[in-house]
């Protein structure tokens, strides 16, 4: 470190001096420091601009404009709203449907017995608690048939992508019922059984809890297990609901354990792919369970639902073999039946009260054999001409932000601000100055103005391809124009009447101008909105080579890479300004110590003059 030696000397205000010197030192500096600013501005702007051309990009997107639905828009009235209701899908063809004769699809319901005379029952209390008034006669007798002795345990696993290694975390299975366990693979019930696995659809589950697959299960797979350990303490039984609906017949079996409750084992099946609700009454004392799809779906015409197990016909009544709904001490059954409904004269059934049919969607809303309803069905022309008009007006929007930028002022008097000017300046005076010292940074951008060409080329070029009309070929044809302002940037504009007009006459022309084409390889045959996706993408790319966005590193696109290396200068010019100041610091030190030492020789002479 430099010695620092002030005027004491020499009585110059050293620091002062150094100071100044060094102001003139750092301009070249302050000079990169601007010119990096500057360049920091000017990325941000560019990302700004790419950030507009991304959102309008998503706006032509194939979940944007390139949708038939934004060319198609159909609608559905109903004179009779209380007894059928409709929506028209794109694909909906204009027409007129008569409704009569409406019966309502139902979905299959029990209702059982009371589960206990007199009530009483605490439906969060065990099966077995002594203080329930719940009968737990079903538990005093193991039968092995029945009731069996074991704990009922349960366990979700997470696939490891490999057949074994995986273990419930139990180590005294129940061998012997592995027959009565339940492994699930993502909801996929697989078959439990004692031995080496045979098939795909079976696992192996050992005395100590190893779970051996035949397949490998998918690395984080979701696996559900219900085991069962040795006990002669707690007691299990099992019940299956086996239920016909619109996916096939499906089985799911319930360990219930006699620690369990009543709330426990509905929710159990609530939860499964029973695909039932069951629910229970305290004030009546009995149980509801309703199928959750509607229709009659057996194959071979029963009910679509069946319980078996002592546990769940004895206890839980869930029995309806005595159904009798004018009896209130017996269950009551409700089988699925499909909704029947006259369409224009012709009868037709369907499992679901809602159904489609020739793109309009029906929702039957009561029964009726006297009742009558008439559906319109016509196309939309208001809904496809506001999904234009907001397209185009939201294309304005683009243009004009775009255009504003490429054509501000280029204020180049107002440079960054330096550290000591910020200094001399009120915030308020700073704000105004960068205001213009951003100003004019991207002006007749090349990549900017260039897809302000390319875009008002994708407009007016004509779109020939076999689906276009040629007489709606291009988009004034349609009623959609370029304004003759100039300096709007090509503003588009539309004449309301004449674009409906085509609408109405000719919306196939329309959705083939904007659309049509797609897979070509040829411009003039690619409509519009295909266009302008791959105008922007080129576009975006050449901004992100040029500015990046949020994520790259400097090296990734040019003016990052400028930025480094102005980093790079800066950094060696703040270096040789260390040195130059060292270099003025110990100029002036040598110059204090001279004078100094000449000083003291001048005060020795004059007292040797003196005496």
Do not use: C
């Not at 990096?36 to 601009?49: A, F, G, H, N, S």
């Not at 719940?134 to 696939?159: C, E, H, I, P, R």
């Not at 085509?502 to 022309?509: F, H, S, T």
Request: net charge negative; hydrophobic share 35%; no cysteine.
């Amino acid at each position: 470190m430099v010695l620092r030696v002030g005027g004491m000397a020499s009585g110059m205000d050293t620091e002062s001096i150094i100071k100044d010197l060094m102001k003139a030192e750092r301009m070249p500096l302050d000079k990169l420091k601007q010119k990096k600013q500057t360049l920091e501005w000017q990325r941000d702007q560019y990302r700004e601009m790419n950030i507009l051309l991304q959102d309008f990009r998503s706006l032509v997107s194939s979940t944007g404009m390139k949708r038939t639905q934004n060319y198609r828009a159909s609608a559905a009235a109903s004179s009779n709203e209380g007894l059928v209701t409709a929506t028209a899908s794109t694909a909906a063809t204009p027409g007129s449907y008569n409704i009569s004769n409406v019966t309502l699809a139902k979905a299959e319901t029990w209702v059982t017995a009371s589960l206990k005379a007199g009530g009483g029952l605490d439906a969060s209390k065990s099966f077995t608690d002594s203080s329930n008034a719940f009968d737990g006669a079903f538990w005093d007798t193991v039968d092995n048939v029945n009731v069996k002795n074991g704990k009922v345990g349960s366990v979700t696993l997470k696939g490891n992508g490999s057949t074994t290694g995986l273990n419930v975390g139990a180590t005294d299975i129940k061998i012997d019922a592995a027959a009565d366990m339940s492994v699930k693979v993502n909801g996929v019930t697989y078959k439990v059984v004692s031995e080496a696995p045979a098939e795909d659809d079976q696992v192996q589950i050992t005395s100590t809890g190893d779970l051996i697959f035949k397949t490998p299960v998918a690395a984080d797979a979701s696996i559900k297990v219900d085991y069962i350990t040795n006990s002669s303490t707690e007691k299990y039984t099992n019940f299956s609901i086996n239920t016909f609906s619109s996916t096939g017949e499906n089985i799911e079996n319930f360990l219930v354990s006699s620690t369990d409750s009543l709330n426990s084992v509905i929710s159990k099946v609530n939860v499964s792919k029973a695909g039932v609700t069951l629910f229970y009454d305290s004030v009546t004392g009995k149980m509801s369970m309703t199928q959750k799809e509607t229709g009659s779906h057996n194959p071979s015409g029963g009910g679509n639902i069946s319980v078996t197990g002592l546990f769940a016909t004895s206890v839980l009544k869930l029995d309806v073999t005595n159904a009798d709904p004018a009896d209130p001490d017996k269950p009551k059954l409700i089988q699925g039946t499909d909704a029947s409904v006259t369409i224009n004269g012709l009868t037709t059934t369907r499992k679901s009260n809602t159904f489609e049919m020739n793109g309009v969607t029906f929702t039957l809303k009561k029964e009726s054999t006297t009742e009558t309803a008439s559906l319109n069905v016509t196309k939309d022309t208001d809904q496809v001409y506001n999904n234009i008009k907001d397209f185009v007006e939201k294309y304005n929007t683009l243009i004009a932000a775009i255009s504003k930028k490429t054509s501000e002022e280029r204020y180049r008097s107002y440079t960054p601000l330096t550290d000591d000017q910020r200094e001399q300046l009120s915030d308020k005076q700073q704000e105004q100055w960068e205001e213009k010292a951003k100003s004019g940074l991207l002006r007749r951008d090349t990549v900017l103005s260039g897809v302000l060409t390319s875009m008002r080329s994708n407009f007016s070029q004509a779109v020939i391809n076999s689906s276009t009309n040629a007489a709606y070929n291009q988009l004034a044809e349609i009623g959609i124009t370029t304004s003759k302002n100039y300096l709007e940037g090509g503003k588009l504009e539309i004449d309301e009447t004449k674009l409906k007009k085509a609408l109405a006459e000719n919306p196939e022309a329309v959705e083939a101008l904007f659309i049509g084409g797609g897979d070509s390889t040829s411009v003039s045959e690619q409509g519009i909105i295909h266009r302008l996706y791959d105008t922007v993408g080129k576009t975006m790319d050449q901004l992100k080579e040029r500015a990046g966005s949020a994520g790259y590193t400097n090296q990734k696109f040019a003016i990052g890479r400028q930025l480094t290396d102005i980093d790079s200068s800066i950094s060696r010019f703040e270096d040789r300004l260390l040195q130059v100041e060292d270099r003025y610091w110990k100029q002036f030190t040598a110059m204090e110590k001279a004078m100094q030492q000449a000083n003291s020789q001048s005060a020795y002479l004059m007292q040797q003059f003196s005496m």
